[in-house]
Structure formats: C-alpha cells, structure tokens
C-alpha cells in the first residue's frame, strides 16, 4: 500500500518538474521569437552616405582608419 503511494506520488513530482520545465521552455522561446534587433547607429548613418568597406571593422566609413585595412587580400 505504502509502496503503491509512493510511487504514484513520485510519478505526479516527476510529471509536474516535466511540465514546469516545457512551460518554461515555451516561454523562453516566446521572448526570443518576439526580439526585435535593429543596426546600430553608426550602421545606419554609413549606409546611407556611403563609403568604403573596412574589413577590419566589417562596416563602411570614410576611409581614414589609420589601422583599418581596404583592401581584400
């Protein structure tokens, strides 16, 4: 009898870590699927009057970065 009680006790436990986890889960993908990410500032002032392509910073400028590289090798 004992036995029987625990074992379905623990089933229920289980069952129930099971769905708190899956909840969790949905809801972290929820918030993920909902971020919206925009360019940063920069990005989009370069993009819109142009210039080189520095492959050291990946973005466009003026072509002035003293360590910056414009060339592909």
Request: net charge neutral; hydrophobic share 40%; with cysteine.
């Given at each position: ?53 520095n ?15 414009y060339?592909?090798?």
């Amino acid at each position: 009898m004992v036995k029987t009680v625990l074992k379905t006790a623990s089933s229920v436990v289980v069952a129930t870590i099971g769905a708190s986890l899956s909840l969790l889960l949905s809801g972290v993908r929820l918030l993920a699927s909902s971020a919206v990410t925009t360019p940063a500032q920069d990005e989009q002032n370069c993009s819109v009057r142009g210039g080189v392509l520095n492959y050291r910073t990946g973005k466009l400028d003026d072509g002035t970065d003293p360590v910056g590289w414009y060339e592909r090798d």
